[in-house]
């Protein structure tokens, strides 16, 4: 496999794990206030070629975080106990929106490596033809 051809499947496959975690993270953002519901974590897996640099990016299993959920006072709320706490969610949102934010640029830039490398290989191409 030419080098182009590495960069375009590593920056694919990078793009494909962001919009993974991306995912995952509108979903906790979305159920931040959802009773009961545990953060979803994903984890990424890098492969290297025989030479040593990256053939791709994979994700990992889905897992959910088990920190501890929050206690919420509510007395009134239907899932409240004898003393009106329940199970909160255990989401951040100022963590959801960071760990977006942070996937949002590696897509980015994963997309603009993308869109270099295939405008070299075009350029070459016009090259070699002439």
């Known amino acids: 496999m030419n080098e182009f051809a590495k960069t375009l499947s590593v920056s ?3 793009m494909q794990a962001q919009s993974t975690r991306l ?7 979305s159920n931040a206030d959802t009773p009961g519901y545990r953060r979803k974590t994903i984890p990424f897996r890098t492969e290297f070629d025989a030479g040593g640099g990256v053939a791709k990016v994979e994700v990992g ?3 959910l975080d088990q920190s501890e959920l929050e206690q ?3 007395p009134s ?3 409240a106990d004898d003393a009106g706490f329940f199970n909160g969610s255990n989401v951040d949102l100022l963590i959801e929106l960071a ?4 996937a ?10 993308f869109e270099q490398a ?6 070459l191409m016009q090259l070699l033809r002439r």
């Open 99 to 102: 760990d977006a934010r942070e």
């Open 12 to 14: 694919t496959s990078g």
């Open 72 to 74: 919420v006072y509510d």
């Open 77 to 79: 709320h239907p899932l």
């Open 61 to 63: 299993r889905m897992s």
């Open 23 to 29: 995912r995952h993270l509108s979903e906790n953002i």
């Open 118 to 123: 295939r405008q070299m290989s075009s350029s």
């Open 104 to 113: 949002q640029r590696s897509y980015e830039a994963n997309l603009k490596m």
